[in-house]
């Protein structure tokens, strides 16, 4: 899963103008502790979900991405953050 959401990053960045690139970009450096500046750069370290960082990172696209997106249909599409598989997980034990 956080394969495909990384590789959706490319798709996301497409959607967005100017504007929306700018406020994607100090969101994601605030959230992600970073100074990266470029965008796909920090959206797909923001993708990079496990089971410690999921439901935070979760929340964070819901509420402060994807509203300011809604326009493009980004909010509509599959790419929020994917929950790490367990079957994986679970079927070495």
Known sequence: MVRENVSQVRE????????????????????????????GKLLAAFLQTDDQNFRGRYDFF???LAPRSSSTGYASATCSPSRPSRARATSSR
């Open 12 to 39: 996301i960045i497409l959607q967005l103008d100017a504007a929306k690139t700018a406020d994607f970009r100090a969101k994601l450096q605030r959230e992600l502790g970073s100074q990266e500046s470029d965008v």
């Open 62 to 64: 819901y509420k402060q």
